[in-house]
């Protein structure tokens, strides 16, 4: 899990608009049909991280602990293409925040996301599935920093979709 990912908005329980978005943040929602438990572990563990985010990965699932993510199956992890997030706090099966502490060689924002960190919401739907919202914090006017939103929110989408591929099959 790149865990690059940023997500925003409001909390989660409220709709969000456009009036609603405070600066410095961006939001991303999906609901995905599997239970909460294994949208929980698709985020947590070794396995799950690698069922649907980056084919080699490791988590050491404690707070301060790393997470470590490399999306090319040909590396290694800590190598210079490795992600490494670091985990801020938890609530089991509800919360997980996190930030990035290492981006790859090369990423284009490097800078501009060490001011970040995101929240993992995760919610239990009524009629079955999970709702899971990503919430990124940070964000500034800086040009950098609104470019590497838009960059998230491209691409943060997608990576959700392969969750919910993932996930759901």
Not at 115 to 129: C, D, I, L, N, Q
Request: charged residues 25%; contains cysteine.
């Amino acid at each position: 899990m790149s865990f690059l990912l940023l997500g925003a908005g409001v909390f989660p329980d409220e709709a969000a608009t456009d009036e609603k978005i405070p600066p410095g943040r961006e939001q991303i929602e999906i609901t995905i049909a599997a239970s909460l438990e294994e949208v929980w572990n698709a985020f947590t563990t070794d396995e799950g991280v690698r069922l649907w985010m980056a084919p080699l990965a490791d988590i050491d699932f404690r707070i301060g602990g790393k997470i470590r993510a490399n999306y090319n199956p040909e590396g290694v992890l800590g190598d210079s293409g490795t992600i490494e997030n670091t985990i801020i706090c938890y609530d089991p099966m509800r919360l997980f925040c996190f930030r990035c502490t290492k981006s790859p060689e090369g990423f284009p924002f490097a800078e501009a996301i060490q001011a970040t960190w995101t929240v993992a919401y995760f919610r239990p739907e009524a009629a079955g599935g999970t709702h899971l919202t990503l919430v990124g914090n940070g964000y500034t006017d800086a040009e950098d920093s609104r470019q590497m939103r838009e960059f998230f929110r491209a691409g943060n989408m997608q990576v959700f979709e392969g969750l919910k591929r993932a996930l759901e099959s």
